[in-house]
């Protein structure tokens, strides 16, 4: 099944990544650096596309030749993609599942760099510190690979969010923009984690995918529970009162979990599957910063 409609991807298209912290790049890119002085050189055209900057218009080949073209600088910016989609057992819960809302996501916001000439490195984590990889892409071009390779990732195996973010930040150079994409959730808690995520500079975002009845969960009765990673099991008998207190709970581990992002300078933004993707990544990607 394909993760994203034509039509929605022709309006990524007019979207970009919004970057606070831009770092230079290991080639010139298309992103024009806060940098000033006497560094900064032309070095080449290209067309004009909707929403460039009209100071960088050569002003002369329109009069000459009738046509938009924008200057290109050496000291230009080329920044770097990290898109990550927690593979663990537990997002295949729910209708739609945790983790094909979690690479719709990711393929959205993916496809949104390529098309701004930004390098993606797209990756799914798998325990205990491996992350599935296609590598580096670029340009537009490469974006049926990105979806290729989202569209044949499943989730499956115990929770390796610890591992794979260390690695990830003993690895990755440059830095840039990095998005995770999970549930967050782990029996041992993601403090480690986050803080391994938080190594890794740059511009952080954490899309914490939720199923509405893991917050909420509407049950009575005597249930088994099992948990979906290490298969253990629980035998509980839920009343109202149960109810309540795993409400308290729920809600105490999401404030938790928000404020030790904060202190990392992580920008989490909480993804209820109930709410439309296309409504997350066009509207609250965008109010929280990541797009624009």
């Known amino acids: 099944m394909a993760l994203l409609e034509k039509e929605f991807l022709r309006r990524l298209e007019r979207m970009e990544i919004a970057a606070r912290k831009v770092r230079r790049g290991v080639r010139r890119g298309e992103r024009l650096s806060r940098r000033r002085g006497f560094s900064v050189e ?15 218009l050569d002003w002369s080949i329109l009069g000459r030749l009738d046509r938009l073209m924008v200057k ?23 209708e739609p599942t945790k983790m094909l809302y979690a690479l719709r996501v990711a393929a959205s916001v993916g496809h949104v760099a390529l098309a701004g000439q930004c390098r993606v490195r797209p990756g799914v984590i798998r325990a205990p510190d491996r992350i599935e990889s296609p590598g580096y892409l670029r340009g537009l071009g490469a974006s049926a ?27 990755v150079r440059p830095k840039g923009v990095v998005v995770l994409v999970s549930d967050l959730m782990d029996r041992d808690g993601v403090e480690d984690a986050l803080a391994a995520l938080a190594r890794s500079q740059g511009d952080l975002f954490a899309v914490q995918v939720l199923d509405p009845f893991e917050i909420a969960p509407s049950l009575d009765g005597e249930f088994r529970l099992v948990d979906s990673e290490d298969g253990s099991r629980a035998e509980v008998s839920v009343t109202p009162e149960v109810l309540a207190a795993y409400g308290r709970r729920a809600r105490a581990y999401l404030a938790a979990v928000d404020a030790s992002c904060r202190r990392r300078g992580i920008r989490r933004l909480e993804a209820p599957t109930s709410l439309p993707f296309e409504k997350l990544v066009l509207e609250v990607l965008r109010a929280r910063g990541l797009l624009r």
């Open 42 to 56: 032309f070095a080449d055209h290209r067309p004009y596309v909707r929403g460039d900057d009209l100071r960088f």
């Open 72 to 94: 290109l600088f050496h000291d230009e910016e080329d920044l770097t993609v990290h898109l990550l989609v927690d593979g663990s057992r537990s997002m295949e819960y729910g």
């Open 145 to 171: 690979r990105l979806l290729s390779f989202l569209e044949g990732s499943a989730a499956s195996g115990p929770n390796g969010l610890r591992g794979g973010l260390r690695r990830l930040a003993s690895e």
